[in-house]
């Protein structure tokens, strides 16, 4: 249930939880990001969850994020309630999650089929970028709907099967894993019900970023023109800029409401180095 369908009683809710079993579309962001817990028991770690306003006083999540033990960084996007395709292959049916692998910064897709399956990973070259300067690398550009954002499930239920003999141990897991969940609020400039889509860029910096090292521009929209109408020329506008730490590893997260209308109802923009450019960038999309 999302936000206009789910009931403003307390009670009400509880009744929900007690008597159904499944509330919620898979697509939710509150069961992809726990997936290795509910399917295989393994605990968690830190998740960061980015929300941002989307009018009437209200936050909502765009995003999940994470830096494994592995020292893999995983993002969890929003998707629309039903079932999409993100990236451009036909194989791919519904996207889970975006990896970041370290050292080598090269990106990857992972998907599920309908059967919970795991699909993928799926490659294609990509990989963080430097952005004037070595030490300042985008790692993705992540853009999607006001309306996917907004009409995402607030309630999420379902009935995980457990092994009797790891009850416990599950049970003690479910509990603290809550305190894993980090919110992290992101304060767009703008009004968010006049804007079509939001977008923001992930980047991984050496240290932390000053005034005075802050690139001027720091959301790459030019190479995704095709994927917006009614782009104008010589486009401005405000961005949020957050920088955060994960497993002593700094980051660079640059979010805003650019002007124009998604083609799409998400897309990707992820990096991909050219041999000929130092530093240059291809931009490769994927829609929903």
Known sequence: MNHTEAPRDDAEVLRLFREQDSLGAESSLWLRAIRQLTKDGKPIGQILVFSIPIGNEKNMPIGMLSLTER???????????????????????????????????????????????????????????????????????????MSVVAEQDVLVSRKFVVPKNDNDRRTAEFARCINNFVMHDLPLPGNASEHHYAC???????????????????????????MVLDWPQN??????????????????????????????????????????????????????
Do not use: M
């Open 200 to 226: 923001f860029s992930l980047y991984r910096t050496s240290e932390e970023v000053t005034a005075q090292t802050l690139p001027s521009s720091l959301l790459p929209i030019s190479d995704t023109h095709d």
């Open 71 to 145: 020292n893999r960084l995983v993002f969890w996007p929003v998707l629309p309630r039903r079932r999409c395709v993100v990236v451009n292959k036909p194989q791919v049916e519904i996207p889970d999650h975006i990896t970041v692998e370290f050292p080598s910064e090269k990106l990857h897709v992972t998907s599920y089929d309908s059967d919970g399956c795991r699909i993928g990973p799926f490659r294609d070259g990509w990989r963080s970028v430097p952005l004037n300067s070595p030490d300042f690398r985008l790692l993705f550009t992540f853009l999607v709907r």
């Open 235 to 288: 486009a401005e506008f405000p961005i949020s800029v957050a920088q955060f730490t994960l497993r002593g590893q700094q980051f660079c997260l640059a979010a805003g409401f650019p002007p124009g209308q998604l083609k799409d109802e998400l897309c990707f923009g992820f990096p991909q180095r050219d041999p000929a450019v130092n530093g240059g960038v291809n931009q490769q999309d994927g829609a929903a």
